[in-house]
Structures are given as structure tokens and as C-alpha cells.
């Protein structure tokens, strides 16, 4: 799908990358707050106001597939809430696990990840972030583990991470 580049950053809107019953929500106009995260307005606002969700409370969200080369990366999964039902701790709350083609899945997020909670707000933003290990050439998606009412995602992004090594010379 179409990426949208911040800051030297390739971000993709969830609603790009949606297999299963879902749907897609563009909320432009809606001011997000990104005071809690290291982000500026612009481009992040963009990404934080689209989303995408599952029809079905009881079914989880699968995004994917991201085929990744092997080597290290760091997950990025934007999340605001912006659906003016949710608009309290505890209305939507899930998890989220990541797998792969040839790897089982993995916990992202615990099962009681709650947007409004975890932002301090409804329209406030948050960021969260993971280190991840490709040890060979694979597909992977992301899936929702449900706990209560509709998971949701608005954007990630799977940034390569260069590993630098420092040789260290003693003086004679």
C-alpha cells in the first residue's frame, strides 16, 4: 500500500494492509494531541486520524503480510482514539501479537492494551515500539487478541536498524 513518509520514517496507514472483516475510517479534521510522543504535527496527524478496526467484536484484526529481509527492525504501531464512543479508559481495550510465515506468534501488546489509558485522552496519541530480530527472509502480520469491544490500529511503521560494532585497539 501507499506509504506516507514523516521525518525519514515510512509509515503505513493499517487500513493499507486489512485482510479479514473490517473497516476503514479517514477522520481528517479531527485534531490528534501528540504532546506524548516525539512526534510534530503534519504528516503524524495524517496517520493518527486514519484507522482501521474490525466489524466483528469477536474476531481478530489481521494486518499483513510485511515481508521483511532478514536483520533487525524497530515496530512502530501508531494508536489515537478518535471514535467518539470510545471515549474513556476501558471501552476498547485488546492485545496485539505479531507472527510469521515459519514463526509462531509472539506478544506485541498484552490483552489489556487500552488506547484512552495508555494516551491519558481520547485524540491524544501514543507510540509504542519494538526491537525485533528477522533471522531470515519472512512474511509476518499482526493479529488482535480481543478483550473488550473493537480493536484498532491507525498506522506502523517497520524501520531497519543498522547494527554498528566498535573494534577497540589497544595503545601500545
Keep these: 500500500g501507499p506509504q506516507v513518509a ?3 520514517n515510512s509509515f503505513a496507514r493499517a487500513s493499507d494492509y486489512t485482510s479479514g ?6 477522520n481528517a479534521g479531527i485534531s490528534i494531541d501528540l504532546s506524548g510522543t516525539s512526534y510534530t504535527a503534519g504528516c503524524y496527524n495524517q ?5 482501521i478496526t474490525g466489524r466483528d467484536r469477536n474476531n481478530p484484526l489481521i494486518l499483513g503480510p ?18 467518539s464512543f470510545w471515549n474513556t479508559a476501558g471501552r476498547r481495550v485488546f492485545g496485539v501479537e505479531m507472527y510469521g510465515d515459519n514463526t509462531a506468534a509472539v506478544t506485541l501488546l498484552p490483552s ?3 488506547i484512552v489509558a495508555t494516551a491519558g485522552a481520547q485524540y491524544k496519541a501514543t507510540a509504542q515500539s519494538f526491537d525485533l530480530t528477522v533471522p531470515a527472509d519472512e512474511c509476518f502480520y499482526l493479529r488482535t487478541t480481543y478483550n473488550v469491544d473493537r480493536p484498532k490500529f491507525s498506522a506502523l511503521c517497520f524501520k531497519p536498524v543498522v ?10
Design 21 to 26: 472483516d473490517a473497516e476503514a475510517f479517514d
Design 66 to 83: 510485511f515481508c521483511l529481509a532478514a536483520g533487525n527492525y524497530r515496530l512502530t504501531l501508531l494508536f489515537a482514539e478518535v471514535y
Design 47 to 51: 496517520l493518527y486520524q486514519s484507522e
Design 163 to 172: 547494527q554498528t560494532t566498535a573494534q577497540v585497539t589497544a595503545a601500545p
Design 6 to 8: 514523516c521525518d525519514g
Design 112 to 114: 489489556t492494551f487500552d
